[in-house]
């Protein structure tokens, strides 16, 4: 049977502590006819979510109890299905939470006679006042609507608002929530303002002219630090150095303009989050080379161990997934249960894709890749779909709905055996194998850009 479960991502971030590890005590109750555990993961570092996970049954009547560690004041993720909130907690505090499965964001509650409850109770009257000021449905009339500067005063008076709330209720709140709030809110406040320029574009799906916004629009971003800040790294203050970086006018478009911009412009715990997370990106692209010093660079540096280690697994598997190297062989079934090889199709082109039902990208993509396919059919090329659906059932309903034509194999999860040497943590992951079996492109162009068709007549034609 199919277990449902219930997760609640704890990003552990201790703000003005050194204290030792201590814990709170949660007495829970779910309103929930799936879930039947509740998992709890402290998430010591936002920039790589990964971490170990505490699992706790859900009892008969809804109800969990458990005692987490913390150290400092701690921010927590509450994820419930596919919706969350954000909970903020003090070691020793006991509270009670209850959720349900339907409504998470709008049946949460928390209570307690502690600093835990109150700033729960607080946090939830303020994220109710700006959904006040700004109606998910007016917000995205701003998008659409405005010109950039236009937008930028619009988001500027909500974040003056909010400001003036937190000013109205400061007396009492804890001293750690304060201190967080004052420190973190100047990049927050931006963070509606960059989401702009895609939201915009999305919005017009993409078509037309989308000017830059004018240099006004990110001057009071570029007065914020990025230098010299308090450790433990703040997770406001990445969110908006990663989207500010990306944005600007002097880095937009361009990965190696983006690196380039982090390691003249920021340091210390900053500088490492910022260089891994661009650093892991590259590996999607399809040549590596102007990259490799910067990678090389970070593999030699101080930066985090774990930061460290992920960027050479990596860097690793792109070596072996490079142009010219041979694609492992496997074997699995395909829709009338008979063994299919990938070495079956020695001496064909192949367009080997690894794809999920459950993967949105993926699924965006059909109706592009079968318009693709339409354009190729008279070309000599084999469209070879490899499912990572654990479920026959999903697998077959997508393929159906999909309708791609093609050859479609499923292996039984990401880690399924046939498929160990891939090392698959995701998908989509694409290839073109030429026909000696060996890779001629890796991690094509997504089909959804338009350039299937011409990518692949460019290979067949310089092969």
Known sequence: MLIRTLSILGLLMAF??????????????????YSTEIRFIPQLDFVQYKNDTITVPIQEDGSFEVSLPLTGYTLFRTLLSREYVNLRGFPGDTV???????????????????????????????????????PREAQIQHYRDDEAMEFKAYSDSIQDQKWAYFQAHKDSLPEEYIHYFESTFPYSRQMMSLNYLFNHKALHNFQGDFPMPPEAFFADMRELPLTGLESPLNESVYDFAEKFISNIPETFGSSLKKIEYIQANTDGELREALMFSRLR?????????????HIEAFLASDAKESYRKEIQEDHDKYLRFMPGKALPDFELLDLDGKPVKLSDFRGQWVSLEFWASW??????????????????KDAPIVF??????EDEENWRKAVEMDQLGGIHLRAQGLKAIQLKEYQLTGVPVSFYVNPEGVIAVSNPIQPMNGRMVQDWLKVIEVE
């Not at 003005?16 to 006819?33: F, K, M, N, P």
């Not at 990208?361 to 190729?376: D, G, S, T, W, Y």
């Open 384 to 389: 070879l779909f490899v499912s990572v659906d």
């Open 16 to 33: 003005l502590s050194t204290h030792a590890q201590e814990s709170i005590h949660v007495i829970g109750r779910i309103d929930s006819a």
């Open 359 to 376: 993967c949105g990208p993926c699924r965006v993509q059909a109706p592009h890749i079968r318009k693709a396919m339409e354009e190729l």
């Open 281 to 293: 990106s590259t590996f999607d692209m399809q040549d590596l080379t102007e990259f490799l010093p």
């Open 96 to 134: 009670q939470v209850y959720l349900s499965e339907q409504h998470v964001d709008e049946s949460y509650t928390v209570t307690g006679d502690n600093r835990t409850a109150a700033l729960a109770a607080y946090r939830k009257g303020y994220e109710a006042y700006f959904a006040q000021l700004a």
